[in-house]
């Protein structure tokens, strides 16, 4: 005889979200082949192609380069100035 | 004179947080940039399709609070990305902001990421699968359950789409592609209890679910089962 | 010998080097414990070619502890692939135990040279090889008690450990913080140099010049490579750093080249 823990039934879940009729065993298993990680990744970014280099983020290599030259406050406030700035502009030449 | 230890603390903390160090370091705003840069640009990456349902407003606010409050302890640049999961569990950032979802969003993205990068499985043996013997399972694979449907395109983001998503995701063992197969709450279950108990046979699991849930097993529902484990066999879930 | 840094971008494509690349380096944070695709990209070109290693995560000069787990785990990758050089920038990229994913530099003082000096000594001890430490671009100064080469040169000595000479970053730091270059490379103790980095960078608007690893290598850098490569063994290996913008080959066949010339003269003699 063998010795064997109790089994764990984790099947509330099932109980409580099944709300499906079940109308054969072949609907109870079937699934849905919904590609690759790619394909997916395409499809909800709405492109044509994913770079392959940052498809899952390839282990990003963090070197010595300078990232893109940016400050999100700064920007934000001259970004505001030079809007500003063209909205000026804008007017003036009308 | 400072010691090293304060001057260092001092151009880190204004690096991370925007702390107004005490002492005038010339180009500080260089490392500013670059510690929050390389931070933002990984999460970026990783993150893409989040990134998109949240709105780039949203995003880099998010972003924004993770790289200044967050002590990320994770020495490898690439799973760095991962600790922003721990971050808006931790500050209940979607709750607080009204996006539920985001959550499960983070953890469909990183494990897409986490999973094509995962070590290698030693391989099996085995080139059938019997219902009669306990599952065996490989490593490179994971079950994903979720509220909201993360992992599809166009998917509206409100409350009338809440329901019960479950996932496998797998490392196909040819092209070393991970996969996606949308399965139903029943064989997430049943997945899942095979995984819980790894001395019982999956015929004597699959017959303890059915029987919870008043359901027969005849012939059909074994041949389906057998079907189903040599499908995750195929996989590299099962070995 | 003349090596390249082993980038996904190129990891496909190193028959395209017109000069083959003699060894390849990568960051072990980037490749250990990596399995799949990757995984297998790896083993396969470290069959063909030597591996270096070039840290980022160390973080030698933070007065956090060393972290003895990963350290570990870079030890068992060294190990694994045969890695005999593991070099790491001389700099902090933690501070309070959260890593900033940067470089970040240390202060020029006595105090900080006690203080990195034993920790490249721990460090050398447990990994079982050298830690062959690099002298990095800085865009502030945090203390200037020491000379930045005066500091080098203090570490080199107390810690016993060698350096990786990046002459582009002797370069930038000469042009960013006034001092001359030539001068520089006079003055470093050059019998401890068992490596050497050189590639390009960028000169932004305002005259600050970063470290980017994105272009051609300029002139004035060969230059110092030229004289850098007298004075050492001429079959030190000699890096080709190269991170992004790699849409042409042409400017790094145009690179490796270069640095073949220069260093064939010294191995003939």
Known sequence: MTNKKALILGSSLFVASCSFAVQSSADLFETTDLGTSKEVKESILDINEVDDHTLNASPLELCCAYGNPRDLTKRTRKSKRAMRKHNRKQKHSK | MKSFIELQKQIAEFSKKGIKPSVDFSNANTYRKMVYDNTANALNTTYEMTKLALGDDVWMSLVDEFVRNYHSDEPRYWRMPERLITFEEKANWGAKHEVPWLGESLKFEWKLTELFHAPDDTSSDRDHISIDQPAVFGTAWKLMSFNYPVYKPKWTKLSADKGSYSIILYRDAQTLEVKIEEINPFLSVLVTTLKENPSHSIKEILMEIMGANGLEVNDSVLDSTSKFCNKLLVFGVLK | ?269
């Open chain 3, 1 to 269: 010998m003349i090596g390249i840094g082993l980038r996904r971008e190129i990891a496909h494509d190193l028959h395209r080097f017109e000069i083959q690349p003699d060894f390849l380096e990568l960051a072990p944070e980037n490749w250990m414990s990596i399995g799949g695709y990757w995984g297998k990209t790896l083993k396969e070109v470290s069959e063909s070619r030597k591996l270096t290693a070039h840290g980022l995560s160390l973080s030698i000069g933070s007065p956090d502890p060393i972290n003895w787990g990963f350290l570990k785990e870079i030890k068992s990758f060294l190990d694994e692939y045969n890695i005999d050089i593991y070099s790491e920038h001389l700099a902090f990229s933690t501070y309070d135990n959260a890593h900033l994913y940067e470089s970040l530099p240390i202060p020029f003082t006595e105090e900080a040279v006690k203080h990195v000096s034993n920790r490249i000594r721990e460090v050398q001890d447990f990994i079982e090889r050298p830690l062959i430490i690099e002298n990095i671009t800085y865009y502030t100064v945090l203390d200037s008690q020491l000379r930045e080469v005066d500091f080098l040169n203090a570490i080199l000595a107390e810690s016993n450990c060698e350096l990786l000479l990046d002459v582009n970053n002797i370069y930038v730091n000469g042009k960013n913080h006034g001092y001359d270059p030539k001068k520089f490379l006079e003055e470093i103790d050059t019998s401890r140099v068992s490596y050497v980095h050189v590639g390009g960078h960028q000169t932004l608007d305002s005259g600050l010049i970063l470290d980017t690893h994105n272009n051609l290598v300029i002139d004035p850098v060969y230059e110092l490579l030229t004289e850098l490569v007298k004075r050492i063994n001429p079959t030190t290996p000699i890096l080709l750093e190269r991170d992004s913008n790699f849409e042409s080959f042409a400017e790094l066949n145009t690179d490796m080249k270069r640095i073949k010339e220069i260093i064939s003269p010294e191995l003939v003699k």
